[in-house]
């Protein structure tokens, strides 16, 4: 026959008691001595555990002499010392690179400029800008290389840049020939009409082609028509033939 609830309840409860008095009864018959050194080390352990944590918790500062905070404060202000040192120093150089960086591309670019302008001055690259075209019509074939000469002054005197004649590239070298047959410019012959391409300030250089008694004047007395024209953008493309020098040479 199957045992009741309650009869289970009851025997579970009667062998948890028995199992209590048993623990109690092998505790207590350990020695005294025995309790004695378990309630020391856990006295120990205790203590143990609260130091390591008010340790953790504490400031490192706190345990320093005031000698040794002296030492430490001064070890961080030569350390700080060093660092400033450093870092003016590093800026000092980079200031430098900068500055030479900067002189190099100035240098660069002058260079740059200057060649060029020598390229330009001695007509060995096509040029475009602002300036005037003269056209001068000579239908009775009365004009000489004396007139085209004084153009030529008259247009470097005004600043001309560059200059061109019938699609020949004038220079400092450039010079004027007439004859029986006509006229020619550094050897090349040129007719009527004459178209002069002139790159430089265009009222300035229009103003001075027009000055009293000029080449303009002269070239009109003799019958010749000339017209001056201001324009925003004049083109150059002609080249002039390179000069070998025979007697130059660098020093």
Do not use: C
């Not at 470097?156 to 047959?181: H, K, Q, T, Y």
């Amino acid at each position: 026959m199957d045992e009741s609830p309650r009869t289970r309840r009851s025997d579970d409860a009667h062998a948890r008691h028995s199992l209590r008095r048993r623990l109690r009864r092998a505790f207590f018959a350990v020695p005294r001595g025995f309790h004695l050194l378990l309630v020391v080390i856990t006295l120990l352990l205790g203590f143990a555990l609260a130091t390591q944590v008010r340790a953790q918790r504490a400031d490192p500062l706190e345990s320093l002499t005031q000698d040794d905070l002296v030492v430490l404060l001064n070890e961080l202000n030569s350390q700080e010392d060093a660092l400033r040192a450093e870092r003016a120093e590093l800026q000092s150089q980079l200031a430098d690179l900068e500055a030479a960086a900067s002189e190099q591309e100035a240098a660069a670019a002058a260079a740059d400029k200057a060649r060029t302008q020598a390229l330009i001055n001695s007509g060995r690259v096509g040029v475009h800008g602002e300036g005037v075209v003269m056209t001068v019509v000579d239908p009775q074939g009365a004009l000489t290389s004396t007139p085209f000469v004084m153009t030529l002054g008259e247009l470097r005197n005004a600043g001309a840049e560059a200059i061109e004649l019938n699609g020949v590239r004038l220079s400092a070298r450039s010079s004027f020939l007439s004859d029986d047959s006509g006229i020619s410019v550094d050897g090349t012959p040129v007719s009527s009409p004459y178209q002069w391409r002139v790159i430089g300030a265009s009222h300035t250089i229009a103003t001075a082609l027009e000055i009293q008694a000029g080449s303009a004047a002269q070239m009109r007395a003799k019958g010749a028509q000339v017209t001056i024209d201001e324009e925003s953008d004049v083109v150059i493309s002609s080249l002039a033939e390179p000069l070998t020098p025979r007697y130059a040479t660098v020093r």
